[in-house]
């Protein structure tokens, strides 16, 4: 069962059989992840839904982000000091009382719908992504990194169109100062 453009929110559009392929429910269709929440140790998947969508499989790079590992913990701040994994996002997972924590890595160039930091429950499993080293140390930490002051200045994108104006006049008076 395959679910597209129920509701408002987009991070509801995923397919409902791929949480029992790596208990992390909600990833999306015609997308890779690869996950690690133990030392050497990772899980690549990869959903299509396009007949022979199998046989060129996309390579999934671990991303940039270090991130905190444990498994199964009973306490959030619970983390295996001694080994990290490193991905393009850093996780906290909550289900059944027990916390996971790792990262993430994705390949969704042929997704519909892409993941991205912040909170969710799908499924019955609380699920917090965030992109800073070390961001899923504990809930505090997890929703300082993906509270809307951490956005980068730089992205002109995020920025409300009077940023973008002062932004781009600044440098249009560089310009000119400099000819």
């Not at 992390?24 to 030392?39: E, S, T, W």
């Not at 270090?66 to 994994?85: L, M």
């Not at 019955?124 to 505090?140: M, R």
């Amino acid at each position: 069962l395959t679910v597209y453009n129920c509701g408002d929110k987009i991070e509801f559009d995923f397919d409902l059989r791929l949480r029992n392929t790596i208990d992390f429910p909600g990833l999306y269709a015609n997308g890779c992840y690869r996950i690690q929440y133990q030392p050497r140790e990772s899980v690549t998947d990869c959903f299509c839904s396009k007949s022979h969508c199998n046989t060129k499989l996309p390579v999934v790079q671990a991303g940039p982000v270090r991130c905190y590992i444990s498994h199964g913990a009973k306490n959030e701040s619970v983390v295996d000091t001694k080994h990290f994994c490193d991905g393009d996002y850093c996780f906290v997972q909550k289900h059944k009382g027990k916390y996971t924590k790792g990262c993430l890595s994705v390949n969704e160039r042929n997704s519909w719908s892409h993941l991205k930091s912040g909170h969710r429950h799908i499924l019955g499993v609380d699920q917090w992504l965030c992109q800073h080293h070390l961001c899923n140390l504990d809930l505090t930490r997890m929703a300082r990194a993906i509270a809307p002051a951490h956005r980068s200045i730089y992205r002109l994108n995020d920025a409300p169109s009077i940023v973008k104006s002062i932004i781009l006049m600044g440098l249009f008076l560089i310009l000119c100062s400099c000819l």
